[in-house]
């Protein structure tokens, strides 16, 4: 029988975070503009998404956080709508400041 490794166990942590099928949806891209514009909210959004799967292993509920979760700190707003306004960068810090302190 496999053991489980635990939530906090260093393989866990660094496994990345599977995103269940068609769960984020992919925007058309009409110019090229959007174009050029679209891989750092993505980079952005699944560097996010991944740092939130180390604190709450359950996938379901790391996206229901991304789209509609409001960060406090963080303007009240939403991951989503912070990387929306290109300041994904600051939602990585938050999770990863939150990290830190889960592992002590």
């Given at each position: 029988m496999r053991s489980v490794p635990s939530m906090r166990s260093p393989s866990r942590l660094s496994r990345?975070?599977?995103l269940p099928e068609r769960a984020v949806?992919?925007?058309r891209l009409s110019?090229?503009?959007t174009c050029?514009?679209?891989p750092a909210?993505?980079?952005a959004m699944l560097a996010i998404l991944q740092l939130a799967a180390r604190?709450?292993?359950d996938s379901t509920a790391v996206l229901e956080w991304y789209r509609s979760t409001p960060i406090k700190t963080l303007d009240g707003q939403s991951?989503?709508?912070l990387v929306a306004g290109d300041r994904g960068a600051e939602v990585i810090d938050f999770l990863t400041a939150?990290?830190?302190q889960m592992l002590g």
């Open positions: 990345p975070f599977p949806a992919v925007p110019t090229r503009e050029q514009a679209q909210s993505t980079t604190i709450e292993p991951a989503e709508q939150i990290h830190r």
